[in-house]
């Protein structure tokens, strides 16, 4: 069982920043793929970033919506479990319940990645 385990969420004013955090434990060591999905009211969740396992694809891939690409930088720590967004320039419509989630299949192909694992989400709230 993985367990996630999300941080960092708040309101910040348009144009601010925040850093979500997503601390992993119980069988994490399989863990690949690990991201953020976003919930905003009223829409369907959707990927806002991705990051693979250097240890499980000899290199890091990312991948990200095409709506966060410039202002959002996800990052991984191997060390601690940890994976990190890190988010600038926010915007109205990147208020939402994000979640953390994982993947435990080999390979840096993303559209193979279904993410069976879900933290229990922190909410980001942009607002004046």
């Known amino acids: 069982q993985v367990v996630l385990v999300e941080s960092g969420g708040g309101l910040v004013q348009p144009g601010g920043s925040l850093r979500l955090s997503c601390a992993t434990s119980g069988s994490a060591l399989n863990i690949n793929a690990m991201g953020w999905y976003r919930q905003a009211p009223g829409a369907q969740r959707e990927l806002v970033a991705a990051?693979?396992?250097?240890?499980?694809?000899?290199?890091?891939?990312?991948k990200y919506l095409d709506a966060v690409k410039g202002r959002f930088t996800i990052t991984r720590s191997d060390a601690n479990n940890t994976i990190y967004l890190q988010m600038s320039d926010l915007k109205f419509e990147d208020t939402g319940v994000y979640f953390c989630v994982a993947d435990w299949r080999g390979g840096a192909d993303f559209r193979y990645f279904t993410y069976p694992y879900w933290g229990r989400g922190t909410q980001v709230t942009v607002s004046s």
């Open positions: 990051i693979t396992n250097p240890s499980r694809t000899q290199q890091v891939a990312t």
